[in-house]
T-cell receptor, first 113, second 112 residues
């Protein structure tokens, strides 16, 4: 089976740094994705990790530890527009042999002034 | 096209009616996914198409749900005899092989 856990909700202050954690238990692993989803909109791709380590892209960074089944998304210099849901998704190649991302429930981030 | 296009954007239907939801993936994308998202919930996988391979239907919740992909491009998700629990946002995504998936805006289905 597959189990992906994220905190339900987080709050942070504009200009600060926030780290959103994701832990997973899957029978196999072939990549982890982070998506951002604003209310009423489609998820948009943020980052992809397949090897251990940190991937940096502007204000956003994503870290992966495959041995620990753990990832985090780091958001720096928070802006009000970063208020959204952040979805962690893991691709398990053993799931019927298909490359289907399985999503966690998402973390709702609220940025306040 | 420029992005994944879904239609209709909103659909209200009476319980027991059949509905068809359409997805136009990004041109050239070989993989197509259908997910649904209920209020406050995560994305629930429904069905996956990859090239000419047989689709992975392991996420379809019941035999009232079916989907097809014609010519390796446009996909239609059909829900027969809709029930109130089918109310959700149905999201379609496409990807180039195993790369990141790009989502459409979704179809909000309301069964009354």
């Amino acid at each position: 089976g597959q189990n992906i856990d994220q905190p339900t909700e987080m709050t942070a202050t504009e200009g600060a740094i926030v780290q959103i954690n994701c832990t997973y238990q899957t029978s196999g692993f072939n990549g982890l994705f982070w998506y951002q989803q604003h209310a009423g909109e489609a998820p948009t791709f943020l980052s992809y990790n397949v090897l251990d380590g940190l991937e940096e892209k502007g204000r956003f960074s994503s870290f992966l530890s495959r041995s620990k089944g753990y990832s985090y998304l780091l958001l720096k210099e928070l802006q009000m527009k970063d208020s959204a849901s952040y979805l962690c998704a893991v691709r398990d190649p053993q799931r019927g042999g298909s490359y289907i991302p399985t999503f966690g429930r998402g973390t709702s981030l609220i940025v306040h002034p | 096209g420029a992005g994944v296009s879904q239609s209709p954007s909103n659909k209200v239907t009476e319980k027991g009616k059949d509905v068809e939801l359409r997805c136009d993936p990004i041109s050239g994308h070989t993989a197509l996914y259908w997910y649904r998202q209920s209020l406050g919930q995560g994305l629930e996988f429904l069905i996956y198409f990859q090239g000419n391979s047989a689709p992975d239907k392991s996420g379809l919740p019941s035999d009232r749900f079916s989907a097809e992909r014609t010519g390796g491009s446009v996909s239609t998700l059909t829900i027969q005899r809709t029930q109130q629990e089918d109310s959700a946002v149905y999201l379609c995504a496409s990807s180039l092989g195993v790369r990141e998936a790009f989502f459409g805006q979704g179809t909000r289905l309301t069964v009354v």
